[in-house]
């Protein structure tokens, strides 16, 4: 079902019914997605859009293990080490199809089950019909890596409830069902056991289903998620995160006592103070922000800077590369970081990915 420029078995393109099925097909690299498998995506998209036959699109991952664990970042090391001018390709490429599924005009349903980070957040949470399972662990975890987060998530996450989502983007912690729900990254908790029995009752839905079709055969296998952390400590999150620093977000944790306090204090304390900072700075521009796109462009221009310092590289170097969990931070400090080093980075210097686009 693809077109030949753009053929790839590491997307899977299938029907169940009325409905369009796309597989992310790289089990074993937790079906993270690279160059091939975005170019793939968006022909495929815009045909199943305009196909009167196809009822509803359905994003799922292939093997027991995830829906999709982000980008494939040792692509992006390799080529940025070796100074390709085409490292930031990947994202250019990536953003337009987190725009696509944002604007889809047919009902897009991503089975969250399993790992859902970075790039697997932008492929599915932009989706209007989001189903989490008892085994979903969704994270925004690129402060970890020297990066920030992209696909949209300074988009996403600033309309969390409260600061749920500044929690969530800089401390970069991995949440289940209940919270990735709260936080409203998804809408529906189903049981894993069931998603192939839904995904057949999708496809019987005849051609030209609405949203409100799509959503009664979902709620017909919804089950409670149970309670969420995130939303229990919901009032002490607003208040320990409602400042416009790090630093004044940790004298906050400093003066807090308590075991979540402790656990985020400790959790930020270890990631790289640049990231966390940009991705502060991001989250709160995110929040005044009147478009996806604009966000998109945004997170492009910072992402493409990053590429040019060393916190990235040493960042997946420590969780991917050598896999040492050590990685040594430059500047090492968040004191070391200025307001006038933060700049630099959101000065744009690239082809807009979006010419006339709004959203």
Known sequence: MTDSAFQT????????????????????????????????????????????????????????RGLCAGGDIRVIYQLGKAGDPEVARFWREEFPVNYTIARYPKPYVAL????????????????????VTERTRLAMPETGIGYVPDVGATWLLPRAPGETGTWMGL?????????????????YHVPSERLAELTEALGTLGAGASDADVAAVIGRFSTSPGESRLEGQGALIDR?????TVEEILAALDGEEGEFAEFTREVIAKRSPTSLKLTLRLLRA???SSSLVECLEREFTVASELLRNHDFYEGVRAAVIDKDRNPQWQPATLSEVSEADLD????????????????
């Open 286 to 288: 995110g929040r005044r």
């Open 344 to 359: 630099r980075y959101f000065v744009g210097g690239h082809v807009p990915l979006f010419a006339d686009h709004r959203l």
């Open 112 to 131: 969250m089950d399993g790992l859902v980070m970075g790039g697997g957040v932008g492929v599915a949470s932009h989706g209007r019909h989001r189903i």
């Open 240 to 244: 320990l995160f409602a400042f416009d």
């Open 9 to 64: 078995d590491e997307v899977l393109f299938d029907r169940i019914g009325s409905a369009a099925i796309m597989r992310l097909n790289r089990p074993k690299a937790l079906n993270s997605l690279n160059l091939a498998m975005v170019h793939a995506m968006k022909p495929a998209m815009e045909r199943f859009a305009a196909d009167p036959e196809i009822s509803c699109v359905i994003l799922t991952g292939e093997g027991e």
């Open 171 to 187: 401390t970069g912690e991995i949440v289940g069902a209940a919270d990735a729900i709260h936080a409203g990254l998804a809408d």
